[in-house]
């Protein structure tokens, strides 16, 4: 499926196939978790050109901030003027996690860029995102994003105009749509934010473009799930934060807690009647997996396996062996309304699929795993036909496959007893209390000792391992070595050349058992 997908690769600007041309994240996310796995050259050089020609096209918006939905040409330059909500959830998952795996200062540019822009226009009063805006103001499309050169003067020093000519290609003889300016943006030229800022507070002064106020369930949700995992891998707890706000938010506006159903959407006013479809559930099930991964509170679990077995109930089709879109209990329809491919998002069958396997685990659950894998042989089937149009599949396929594979810039053991990330080029082991971990050494043959190493090696990676706790155990006649608690351990040994990726072999227990052994795999940051 990958090999198929690059060969439709824009060699030139990057993308997939030609105009009008969609960002196509599903791809990207999945080309990042593969690249997460493993490295590739190939896989490198597709992100890396379609990021770099996309933020630096139309399609990003240079003044404000955040993506239009899609390009009507093939280099990015002018877009259909939409900015929606599950376009800018995406992008800033892809963005940060591509700062973070090539050590790029402009992707990590772009990634705070949308977050700013989400956090100022498309967060409502009650902590909710609303869904999208427009492309039309004053009675066309596009004008609240377009420039001249008198404009820049009446806002700008001289210098400043000279830069914003330069840099975002606003030039009253060459205009590029319409007459006017769209800004785009001249990667030769230095960044400055301070003349951005000023053009941005001046637009806001325009006629705007209609707001959909409305919080849908599902976008929000992965917006809430794209400033998790952007939040740590860019190392912003403000983002985790505003993720976890987010979350209760919806938990408390969107959710029936006693029958576990969601609803579809709401608005300032009110919570919609309209009951929730598959993406709703499957999206939000995904999305408090996350928070308990950026977290560590099993809350966010326990409300996960809530929304998912209600999930399941409702959209499992044992007939067809998928989850469909609509609920069993919906009698107006001759028949279930069923896609697995992905589009613009990814598709609700193969998410719901993916978020009960990470769910199932982290909870120490096989039957919630094997609600999960049960779908992946018709989705399979399905994708033989249009691989690359399901990438959600994949994704859900390689977590059953590789479970300890690093989500997002953490990895997480089963019964998500411990979790697994890089700190400010440290390794952290963060243990969730009543459980630890043995030390290198556990004093007991029948235990396995924990070992950092890098993929392929099989030197010790950590510069020094902290002194053990001898702990008195009910299944140990004498105390054993163990950790508890966070451990933070430098590393060694790394190749500065190349991306390095740590394996992590441990074994937790609590006072009364120890889990099987588990080998973590940890993509660090260049």
Partial sequence: AATFLQATLDVQDGGFGSAPKFPREPELIWLLDMLDSRPDANIERTLRLTLEKMQAGGIHDQIGGGFHR???DSSWSIP???????NQAQLIEVYARAATAFDDASFARTAERIADFVLRDMTSEDGLHTSGYDADSEGREGPFYLWDESKLSAILSPEEVEWAKVALGINDRRPNFEGHSLPTYRTDQPDRDDVLAKLEVARRDRIWPLLDDKRITAWNAQMIEAFAVAGEVMDRPDWIAHALSSGERLWEHHVNVEAATLQRFS??????????????????????????DASGERHWLERAEQLARTMHSLFWDEEMQLYAEAPVTNNHLFTRPLSTNDGAQFSGSSTAVLGLIELGRRLEDPSLELLGAQGIPALANRATSAPTAHSSLWRAAQ??????????????????????KIDEGMLVLDIAPGWHINSVQPGQD?????????????????????????????FSEQPLETYEG????GLQGLNEQQRNHLSIRLQACDDERCLPPETLALPMPR
């Avoid at 590789?402 to 411990?418: E, I, K, R």
């Avoid at 029948?446 to 008195?472: F, H, I, N, Q």
């Fill in 80 to 86: 259909h003027f939409e900015k929606m909500l599950y």
């Fill in 486 to 489: 966070e451990i933070r351990l």
């Fill in 70 to 72: 899609y390009s009507t």
């Fill in 267 to 292: 608005t300032d006013s009110h919570v919609s009647d309209t009951e929730g479809v598959l993406p709703d559930y499957a999206y939000t099930v995904k999305a408090f997996v996350r928070l308990f």
């Fill in 399 to 420: 977590r059953r496959l590789f479970p300890s594979l690093a989500v997002g810039g953490v990895a997480v053991t089963a019964a998500g007893t411990v979790r697994a």
């Fill in 446 to 474: 029948y235990l396995v000792g924990t070992r950092v190493s890098l993929s392929g090696g099989s030197d010790d990676a950590v510069e020094r391992w902290p002194a053990a706790k001898l702990t008195e155990l009910s």
